[in-house]
């Protein structure tokens, strides 16, 4: 990814540089479902956060979501940060992920993201983070 402008760095210190979707289609559909305000929830597995070596996302902090090409895109700002076992995610936490019609949908959705990245166990931990929108940079 490329580094921040320096505005944005600025105005967003300690911020995080993450991609959301694993593919340059699903990171682009994420990204709209984020700022048109449908998305409000992020979940991955805890693996994959020590797998990289990228810092857990902290309650209060912003960071960054470029598109695929590395642009910045959007600034999110978390609000609650929870580990929870893949097969303990509830429906309640479903509209508020944005992509899913329904708890089955979602479990199959994740698990096959899970399994594209080596990361699927039925009780994974997964990283759930709740977030609003900060900034808009790109449309």
Do not use: Y
Not at 121 to 131: I, Q
Request: with cysteine; hydrophobic share 40%.
């Amino acid at each position: 990814m490329t580094d921040l402008p320096a505005d944005i760095a600025t105005r967003s210190p300690g911020a995080v540089t993450f991609r959301f979707g694993d593919d340059a289609r699903l990171n682009a559909h994420i990204l709209d479902l984020v700022r048109s305000g449908q998305k409000t929830l992020t979940c991955g597995a805890l693996a994959s956060f020590a797998a990289s070596e990228a810092p857990l996302p902290e309650p209060g902090r912003t960071d960054i979501a470029p598109d695929w090409d590395g642009q910045p895109v959007l600034a999110i700002q978390a609000v609650t940060v929870e580990i929870i076992s893949f097969d303990q995610m509830d429906a309640a936490r479903v509209p508020a992920q944005g992509e899913f019609r329904d708890l089955d949908d979602r479990r199959a959705g994740d698990e096959r993201h899970l399994r594209r990245t080596g990361h699927f166990v039925p009780n994974a931990p997964m990283l759930v983070e709740t977030f609003r929108v900060a900034e808009v940079f790109a449309p």
